[in-house]
């Protein structure tokens, strides 16, 4: 019997700590999302602050021209159509022709340096 009630004590042992261990892990998984989601929200700060810094130096269609080869850039040039360039921009067909080919010659000469943080190619 009284071997009956130590096996019994130490099995309830075990599940507590095996209980203990789960919290544990769930915690530690949570913290390393909400850090996840700080870093992600941080990024994305730091981004707005360099494109709106680099809005200030720029006229707005030099801006535009600049946003557009960042568009290119990250998506391909197949992705960024006239359609995409009017809708995004607000502006006319020709204005999104104009756009596009600045942002193209942009591209070609070395990249976009002015829409990223540290003044890398975006």
Known sequence: AA????????????RREREEAARAAEAEALAARRRAEETAR????????????AMARMSPAEW?????????AA??????TLEVIKGELGVSEGT???RRQRALTLLASG???????GGQAA
């Open 3 to 14: 071997q009956a009630a130590e096996a019994a004590a130490r099995a309830a042992a075990e």
């Open 75 to 80: 998506r391909g040039e197949h992705a960024v």
């Open 42 to 53: 941080a990024a994305e700060l730091e981004r707005q602050a360099a494109e709106a810094a």
């Open 64 to 72: 535009q021209a600049h946003r557009v080869a960042a568009m290119i």
């Open 96 to 98: 999104a022709v104009n």
């Open 111 to 117: 990249g976009v340096p002015a829409l990223s943080p």
